[in-house]
């Protein structure tokens, strides 16, 4: 006898590492029910091109470069995770208009960079690499390294997330004035720590050591560039232990060579390695081979932390860390969850209800939902919206940029009003001319409930097939569509009629067993007294 159970065997979800990382985190993947782990490192485009549509999830270091094709040849793909900060080399925006959840781990190798970071600033005070040298070649000229003390010096932090603050810690335990610079960081934030927070002009005059610790993007590619260097204080010096191409090499090396910036100490470099780089030539830098996450601390912690993201994504779709999703506490989430799924099938309501074009959508909040971020709300409403209307996959992490696309203008409401309901989402899709609505609860905080289609009252599961009519208040509606229900051995198994006060139509909610054959449905829609009949698969 076949075993009974074998047609819900669920296929392995299938991860492939592309960089090594510790052992750790390959045996907490491999330990995972149901994920299989392949670690296949050195694939360059082409190769990973030709293998990558096998695989649910990518997990990659700085080396392997998820590009665009990449990211188009992974039909699978559902997660990508970067065992690190810096995710400049993954297309973030490719694999977010493909709905490819990207994660990374900011803070898991903090304390590592920011360690390194304050190494090459006692490096550069005191002369180390230099010094070192000398004595190897046998001499002893002491003199020559004349150092400064970093006590009562300045320091200018550019980039105040984890690990600048690290930094401005440790620099205040040497006593020394912190200012720093983050157009995203609030300035009682930056007081908190017992820096100074300071606009970047102010930051670079006043500096004694300036250290990078921003990401890289458009807006700061090239931050440091021959004009900012001329606005460095004269003998000041640079930490840079974020990402090479936040400095203009050229315009450092300019202003190291002409004596107007003392030192530099660099860990990252435009081009890595910097093979023929003037800057090799300079004896004021110190250089070391992108090491700033290499300890072995640091090495555990990053790919621990992966290959948890990623589990977890694969397991139960939590990405509350997600670099393409919004930054959302945790507690708002679980609260929203519920009402994300709500939202997700009001939105394939209102799909069906309004086939055409749509210019605007309103999503609106009320009662005691109104306290919770409403983000994650509207991407499951975006979701249902698009998702039978676009050929490519909508979920929560493209469902905006989608819409975008398509000129819809997003509006979210809230409101304390209860409407009627401890808690009540409402989505109304506008286009030119027409407006429709639909809202729904949840009863018990879990079980999802339509209740109203514009001014039309129901209660009805919004799951399932289900028959939406619009028609005249009159008897023999309801007895000639179940006469076609039963004449194709089609089941009810709910039904809802709603009217709206001082209307002369009614509307009806009919879930069935199975969807009408399309010839069916213009049999229903020929009922005289049927102005409208829709088939709806939520």
């Not at 400064?148 to 010096?153: D, H």
């Not at 289900?466 to 039963?486: K, N, Q």
Request: proline share 5%; net charge neutral.
């Amino acid at each position: 006898m076949a075993n009974s159970n074998s047609d819900h065997v669920v296929a392995a979800k299938r991860i492939l590492v592309a960089d090594p990382i510790h052992e750790q985190g390959r045996a907490f993947l491999a330990a995972r029910p149901g994920l299989t782990v392949d670690v296949v490192a050195g694939l360059d485009e082409s190769a990973l091109i030709h293998k990558i549509g096998d695989y649910d999830a990518l997990i990659v270091r700085s080396k392997t470069r998820v590009t665009a094709p990449v990211i188009a040849a992974g039909t699978r793909l559902k997660v990508i995770g970067r065992a690190g900060i810096g995710v400049d080399n993954i297309d973030v925006a490719a694999a977010t208009e493909r709905g490819i959840v990207v994660f990374n781990t900011p803070d898991a190798n903090a304390t590592t960079t920011a360690e390194l970071a304050l190494a090459h600033l006692l490096s550069l005070s005191r002369h180390l690499p230099q010094a070192d040298r000398s004595v190897r070649r046998g001499d002893w000229k002491p003199g020559d390294f004349v150092g400064t003390e970093l006590a009562g010096k300045t320091v200018g932090i550019i980039g105040f997330g984890t690990i600048g603050r690290i930094v401005a810690r440790r620099c205040l335990a040497f006593r020394m004035r912190v200012l720093a610079f983050d157009p995203y960081v609030v300035a009682d934030v930056i007081r908190e720590t017992g820096a100074e927070p300071a606009d970047l002009d102010k930051l670079l005059a006043s500096s004694d050591y300036v250290t990078l610790h921003c990401p890289l993007n458009d807006a700061t590619r090239n931050l440091l560039d021959a004009s900012r260097f001329n606005k460095m204080k004269p003998g000041a010096r640079l930490i840079n232990c974020a990402r090479g191409e936040l400095v203009d090499e050229t315009a450092l090396v300019e202003a190291l060579a002409s004596g107007h910036l003392a030192g530099a100490a660099l860990d990252v470099y435009a081009k890595e390695p910097p093979a023929n780089s003037p800057l090799l030539a300079l004896d004021n830098v110190v250089l070391t081979p992108h090491v700033g996450a290499s300890t072995k601390e640091a090495q555990q912690a990053v790919s621990v932390k992966i290959a948890e993201h990623v589990a977890a994504f694969l397991e139960t779709g939590a990405a509350q860390s997600a670099v393409n999703l919004p930054r959302i506490a945790s507690d708002q989430v679980i609260r929203a969850r519920p009402y994300q799924q709500l939202a997700l099938a009001l939105g394939r309501l209102l799909s069906a209800l309004m086939p055409g074009p749509i210019a605007e959508l309103e999503v609106a909040l009320f009662g005691r939902i109104a306290d919770v971020d409403p983000r994650p709300i509207t991407a499951g409403a975006l979701t249902g919206l698009l998702g039978k209307r676009l050929a490519m996959p909508v979920n929560e992490v493209n469902a905006t940029t989608l819409a975008q696309r398509q000129g819809i203008a997003v509006r979210e409401v809230r409101s304390q009003e209860a409407r009627g309901y401890l808690s009540l989402v409402e989505l109304r899709a506008k286009t030119g001319t027409e407006s429709i609505s639909v809202a729904g609860t949840l009863l018990g905080e879990s079980h999802p409930r339509l209740v109203c289609i514009d001014d039309y009252h129901v209660e009805a599961v919004p799951e399932g097939c289900l028959i939406f009519t619009r028609h005249d208040d009159r008897p023999g509606v309801v007895g000639a569509l179940g006469s076609i229900l039963g004449r194709e051995n089609i089941n009810i198994s709910r039904m809802q009629v709603g009217t709206a006060e001082g209307r002369p139509e009614a509307i009806a909610l009919v879930g069935v067993s199975a969807p009408l054959p399309p010839a069916a449905i213009e049999e229903v829609r020929a009922i005289p007294a049927v102005r409208q009949a829709i088939q709806i698969e939520l």
